[in-house]
């Protein structure tokens, strides 16, 4: 459209151009004809002035034109140096825009090369993740089999550690015993002369049967429900041991307490108390076994925190030794609640302490480089008619120096 437009101004110009020469030439050539001349000058003269009048009416004529016709030439005819100055202007500006876009395409480069970078460091990233992750999934799996095997070791330990309390029982209960078959050696050979007629199977002093009876009860209840059945138990016990009471081959046992007066007694009691059926004298086989009731009313006879007895013992003694002492001082504790007349079971009060802890202790003792004193203390406040009687095993260091002291 816009080259159809120009053809046609050119056209136009042309025609126009044209048509203004032929007028020129014709106006021109009848004045040289006539010899006409303007402002006084001569023919040949006034026929060069009309062909430059025509010239320029040809030359004013078509720029008239263009500037009527388009407006891009009215801009350049009168707005050249406006828009030279603007040209100037917007050439600084596209100078200093290419500049700035220099600078923006080398900070894209940059970014660019960072954002790769990046992407790199993600991908290393994001390998050693994956790799993490497979490492903690072994990890897992290896702790879970782990696991499994330190449960199966630790159930394995706790049947040896029952293995060796239960061992470590045994080995007191047969240490006692021990101590015992030596008071009855040590009394067989005091009694020499009794034990010429027979065997000794009962000591002065035996327990044959204990329990805790109430006081405020009926005296022939406390006779039918409580004398009888521990006579009884008594006697089964004598019996087992070969004692027997002439004429009457079922029965071995010759009381010398008043029953009445004993029951009345114990009735006369505001609480409880411990009432054992004792051996009065050294019996052999086949004699009859002389009892005793003995009454001890209810009280504290440990406080809390009291110690009960205690050993001195030097630490490069051995093991066996050590162990030796920790349980004789155990006997210690059991004969005093004893002769304080708490609850028993024949000559038994019940687990004074747990031996679970004697290994430890040992490895202390022995560690140490002065004596030790071992200290058997009462847990709590110790009731004769409440048991079992509960000590903990406390070490204290002493100077060396100190004389020695067993079983206070």
């Not at 004298?281 to 009960?308: A, K, M, W």
């Not at 008619?385 to 095993?393: A, F, N, Q, S």
Request: hydrophobic share 40%; with cysteine; aromatic share 4%.
């Amino acid at each position: 459209m816009n080259e159809l437009y120009g053809f046609v101004l050119i056209l136009t110009i042309a025609i126009l151009g044209g048509l203004i020469a032929l007028l020129g030439d014709r106006l021109g050539m009848r004045m040289g004809k006539r010899k006409l001349s303007l402002f006084g000058l001569r023919p040949k003269y006034t026929s060069m002035v009309i062909t430059v009048i025509t010239g320029l009416t040809i030359s004013g004529l078509t720029l008239v034109l263009m500037a009527v016709v388009s407006e891009d030439v009215r801009t350049a005819l009168f707005h050249m140096k406006q828009i030279r100055r603007e040209l100037t202007v917007l050439k600084a500006e596209y100078q200093e825009t290419m500049e700035k876009l220099g600078e923006v395409l080398a900070e894209q480069k940059k970014t660019e090369e960072l954002l790769a970078a990046t992407e790199a460091s993600y991908r290393e990233a994001a390998a050693t993740l994956e790799q993490a992750r497979k490492e903690l999934d072994e990890n897992k799996k290896e702790l879970a089999y782990n696991q499994k095997r330190l449960n199966a070791l630790e159930e394995v330990i706790q049947v040896l550690e029952e293995t060796k309390v239960s061992l470590e029982v045994e080995k007191e209960r047969l240490h006692k015993e021990v101590q015992v078959l030596a008071a009855e050696a040590s009394t067989l050979r005091d009694n020499l002369e009794t034990t010429k007629t027979g065997r000794l199977i009962f000591l002065s002093g035996d327990i044959l049967a204990a329990r805790v009876v109430e006081g405020g009860r009926d005296p022939e209840e406390i006779i039918t429900g409580v004398f009888y059945p521990m006579l009884t138990e008594g006697n089964k016990i004598a019996l087992e041991r070969g004692a027997r009471l002439r004429g009457k081959e079922e029965y071995s046992l010759k009381v010398k307490n008043d029953l009445s007066a004993l029951a009345k007694e114990i009735a006369a009691l505001e609480g409880p108390a411990v009432l054992r059926l004792v051996v009065d004298h050294n019996t052999v086989l086949f004699e009859p076994v002389y009892t005793s009731f003995q009454v001890f009313p209810d009280e504290c006879i440990f406080r809390q925190g009291e110690i009960i007895a205690e050993d001195r013992i030097e630490p490069d003694l051995e093991e066996e030794e050590i162990l030796d002492r920790i349980l004789r001082l155990l006997l210690v504790v059991r004969k005093k609640a004893l002769e304080k007349g708490m609850i028993s079971e024949g000559q038994y009060i019940g687990e004074v302490v747990s031996l679970q802890e004697a290994p430890e202790l040992i490895k202390k003792i022995r560690e140490g480089e002065q004596r030790v004193t071992v200290q058997m203390v009462a847990v709590e406040d110790v009731w004769r008619t409440r048991g079992p009687l509960k000590v903990e095993i406390k070490l204290e260091e002493e100077n060396p120096h100190v004389a020695g002291d067993y079983g206070r």
